[in-house]
């Protein structure tokens, strides 16, 4: 059990509709990192939060956005939302404070575009 | 370009069978190499770092070693229960992100 929980942890959305992910980091730790997994695949970097603010981002479009909030919890935000969006987000986090520090995961949210 | 490449993307064992998983990297300043175990539908689980050539970490069955070109995860005497994908990533320069591997699906078979 790493202390990172997200929600929902499977969700059905229509094509075009828009979705919000939520995750709280685990206690003490001040940085969230969101990924996308498709089956078979290792995780891509969606983007990182830092301090409230986007401490990076990977190679994905802006219909995919989110926030941090005081207490270090995120949200992943998929706007018009595509079949090939089906896919395990998982938020992972940090204590960015300590170099090289683990990321710890959740256990991810099953999202499927249909 | 950063890039991290797991082999061999699949691996049957029998148990007791002991055997190595790669994990090859090019990267600009290394800061860490970690490697995970994910089961089927959940978050990746955090099993070992390694932050420097020559480093060695082991975790009951399990041995992390390192290079500056790749690491091994050593299983020894798996068990059905070791039956899972082992992901490698790496942290490189100042940005925090990880660089996954594809991973390895390990299947023990009793």
């Known amino acids: 059990e790493t202390g990172v929980t997200q929600s929902p942890t499977h969700l059905i959305k229509t094509r075009g509709q828009q979705v919000t992910l939520r995750c709280s980091s685990q206690?003490?730790?001040?940085?969230v990192s969101w990924y996308q997994q498709a089956l078979g695949q290792g995780p891509q970097f969606i983007f990182q939060?830092?301090?409230?603010?986007?401490?990076g981002r990977g190679n994905f479009p802006p219909r995919f956005s989110g926030l941090q909030f005081p207490n270090y919890s995120s949200e992943l935000n998929v706007n018009a939302l595509e079949l090939d969006d089906s896919a395990l987000y998982l938020c992972?986090?940090?204590?960015?404070?300590?170099?090289?520090?683990?990321?710890?995961f959740g256990q991810g949210t099953r999202l499927t575009v249909v | 370009e950063d890039q991290v490449t797991q082999s061999p993307e699949a691996l049957r064992l029998q148990e007791g069978e002991s055997s190595s998983l790669n994990c090859s990297y090019t990267v600009s300043g290394l800061r860490g190499l970690f490697w995970y175990r994910q089961d089927p539908g959940k978050g990746p689980e955090f099993l070992f770092t390694?932050?420097?050539?020559?480093e060695e970490k082991e975790k009951e069955r399990l041995k992390a070693t390192l290079t500056k070109k790749e690491s091994f995860l050593h299983i020894t005497a798996p068990k059905p229960e070791d039956s899972a994908t082992y992901l490698c990533?790496?942290?490189?320069?100042?940005?925090?992100?990880?660089?996954w591997g594809l991973g390895t699906s390990l299947a023990v078979n009793p």
């Open positions: 206690s003490g730790h001040n940085t």
């Open positions: 990533a790496v942290q490189a320069g100042n940005n925090r992100k990880l660089i």
């Open positions: 992972a986090s940090s204590l960015r404070r300590v170099q090289n520090t683990e990321a710890f």
């Open positions: 390694l932050y420097s050539a020559g």
């Open positions: 939060y830092y301090r409230e603010e986007e401490n």
